[in-house]
Nanobody, 124 residues
């Protein structure tokens, strides 16, 4: 089992920044891929970004590319999502997820472990 705990959400004005954190525990993650997803009210959960725990393989959704950066600190077992130039369309609950494989994946069904989510609200 892998436990994931997100933090760092909050209320921010348009154009502002937030950094989300996802603390992972329970297993060695060297053979895992981590992802961030988000779900806005009335919408399906959508892919945001992914990173391989060992290495630097990343991918971003088109809607956040150039504004968001995913990274991880293996010593702290933590994955981050730096979000810049936020706009109201970024308002959602953000979830951290873990996939027990290193291959690229942006379908939420490919991830086995999920955090409880953290709310991000961007005001105009």
């Amino acid at each position: 089992q892998v436990q994931l705990v997100e933090s760092g959400g909050g209320l921010v004005q348009a154009g502002g920044s937030l950094r989300l954190s996802c603390a992972a525990s329970g297993r060695t993650l060297s053979s895992y891929r981590m992802g961030w997803f988000r779900q806005a009210p009335g919408k399906e959960r959508e892919f945001v970004a992914t990173i391989r725990w060992s290495g630097s393989s990343t991918r971003y959704a088109d809607s956040v590319s150039g504004r968001f950066t995913i990274s991880r600190d293996t010593a702290k077992s933590t994955v981050y999502l730096q979000m810049n130039s936020l706009n109201p369309e970024d308002t959602a609950v953000y979830y951290c997820a873990a996939r027990p494989a290193t291959t690229m994946a942006w379908d939420s069904r490919s991830y086995d472990y999920w955090g409880q989510g953290t709310q991000v609200t961007v005001s105009s």
